[in-house]
């Protein structure tokens, strides 16, 4: 399968890194830079989290055309670049299908509005990675990753979309109910990457401390209320998973708080902050979340 994986971070990379080493044929779509030209002339390296690593060679590109034959474009860049991405995708993909792995709510729409005939498949995944240096990027924690059909795919392709990433290391599932598993991740984030990033700790610092657990616990607790009212049926477990997805991934680094650390923007906005917006339109109770997107803002100096 021909895939391009736009957006070259840390889930990207390790993303387009764990299918070139399981042979498919793939091209790192991102931004100009020193972790592009790198991969362009030495390769990309996986750091396992067992210590050994792998090299492998994907193609890389800058230009969205890239895109143009692909079977698959999975989309990994930030939620707040996700209009973007997927404009600059419509009019070059000719078929084939989209997959989005980010985090937040909202990016499986915003690409179907732009990407015409193109099949739109909606997937999370709790995998933990962390770029370490130009070309380097870790895998910081085993977890779990789900697709499943938006708009336009036959079940075959899920399939083969989900065998593809399985084979890579990347432990996938076919979900039937795909908006029920995003909701889920963006609990599970809601829970762990905005105190992590705050509090300058690693995820797994949230499991086993009473003040992480409460933190946990509490932003969990309150974005199941508001995904009720949204009328998703999110798992009774979800904090559990949570604090499942915190000891899997407990020496990772959220990608919040790499964010934080490097003075980026944040997803807090397609996270915490949609949370709470929504817990607000539905009179929903969500003081931990609201207070918890605040702080992020704050810190990244952008008081929305
Ligand atoms: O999705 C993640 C993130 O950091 O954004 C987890 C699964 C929490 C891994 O750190």
Same mark, same amino acid.
Not at 52 to 62: K, L, V
Not at 135 to 155: I, L, Q, S, W
């Given at each position: 399968?021909?895939?391009?994986?736009?957006?070259?971070?840390? $889930?990207?990379? $390790?993303?387009?890194?764990?299918?070139?080493?399981?042979?498919?044929?793939?091209? $790192?779509?991102?931004?100009?830079? +020193?972790?592009?030209?790198?991969?362009?002339?030495?390769?990309?390296?996986?750091?396992?989290? @067992?210590?050994?690593?792998?090299?492998?060679?994907?193609?890389?590109?800058?230009?969205?055309?890239?895109?143009?034959?692909? +079977?698959?474009?999975?989309?990994?860049?930030?939620s707040? @670049?996700?209009?973007?991405?997927?404009?600059?995708?419509?009019?070059?993909?000719?078929?084939?299908?989209?997959l989005t792995l980010q985090n937040g709510l909202g990016n499986a729409e915003?690409?179907?509005?732009?990407?015409?005939?193109?099949?739109v498949l909606a997937g999370t995944t709790t995998?933990?990675?962390?770029?370490?240096?130009?070309?380097?990027?870790?895998?910081?924690?085993?977890?779990?990753t789900t697709v499943g059909?938006y708009?336009?795919?036959?079940?075959?392709?899920?399939?083969?979309?989900?065998?593809?990433?399985?084979?890579?290391?990347?432990?996938?599932?076919?979900t039937?109910d795909p908006e029920r598993a995003v909701w889920t991740k963006v609990l599970v984030n809601?829970?762990?990457?905005?105190?992590?990033?705050?509090?300058?700790?690693?995820?797994?610092?949230?499991?086993?401390?009473?003040?992480?657990?409460?933190?946990?616990?509490?932003?969990?607790?309150?974005?199941?209320?508001?995904a009720?009212?949204e009328?998703v049926?999110v798992?009774? +477990?979800?904090?559990?998973?949570?604090?499942?997805?915190?000891?899997?991934?407990?020496?990772?680094?959220?990608?919040?708080?790499?964010?934080?650390?490097?003075?980026?923007?944040?997803?807090?906005?397609a996270l915490?902050?949609a $949370?709470?917006?929504?817990?607000?339109?539905?009179?929903?109770?969500?003081?931990?979340?609201?207070?918890?997107?605040?702080?992020?803002?704050?810190?990244?100096?952008?008081?929305?």
């Amino acid at each position: 399968m021909h895939v391009v994986v736009q957006g070259s971070g840390s $889930l990207g990379s $390790l993303v387009g890194g764990l299918l070139a080493a399981a042979g498919e044929d793939v091209t $790192l779509l991102g931004r100009p830079g +020193d972790h592009l030209e790198r991969v362009a002339a030495e390769g990309l390296v996986v750091e396992h989290p @067992d210590g050994g690593e792998t090299t492998t060679r994907p193609a890389t590109a800058t230009d969205p055309a890239a895109a143009a034959d692909a +079977d698959l474009v999975v989309v990994c860049v930030k939620s707040y @670049d996700t209009d973007t991405a997927a404009e600059a995708l419509a009019g070059h993909l000719t078929g084939g299908a989209v997959l989005t792995l980010q985090n937040g709510l909202g990016n499986a729409e915003a690409l179907a509005e732009s990407v015409g005939d193109a099949a739109v498949l909606a997937g999370t995944t709790t995998h933990g990675a962390v770029l370490e240096a130009p070309g380097v990027v870790r895998h910081a924690g085993e977890g779990e990753t789900t697709v499943g059909r938006y708009a336009g795919a036959t079940d075959a392709f899920v399939r083969r979309v989900a065998d593809a990433l399985s084979a890579a290391g990347l432990d996938a599932s076919v979900t039937d109910d795909p908006e029920r598993a995003v909701w889920t991740k963006v609990l599970v984030n809601a829970g762990i990457n905005a105190a992590t990033a705050l509090a300058r700790v690693p995820n797994g610092a949230l499991v086993g401390d009473e003040a992480g657990e409460r933190l946990l616990e509490r932003a969990v607790t309150e974005g199941v209320a508001v995904a009720r009212a949204e009328g998703v049926d999110v798992p009774g +477990d979800v904090v559990e998973q949570t604090r499942s997805v915190a000891r899997r991934t407990a020496s990772n680094h959220s990608s919040m708080r790499q964010d934080l650390d490097r003075g980026s923007r944040t997803e807090v906005e397609a996270l915490h902050g949609a $949370l709470a917006a929504r817990a607000r339109e539905h009179g929903v109770d969500a003081p931990v979340l609201r207070t918890l997107a605040d702080l992020v803002r704050l810190a990244e100096g952008n008081e929305n």
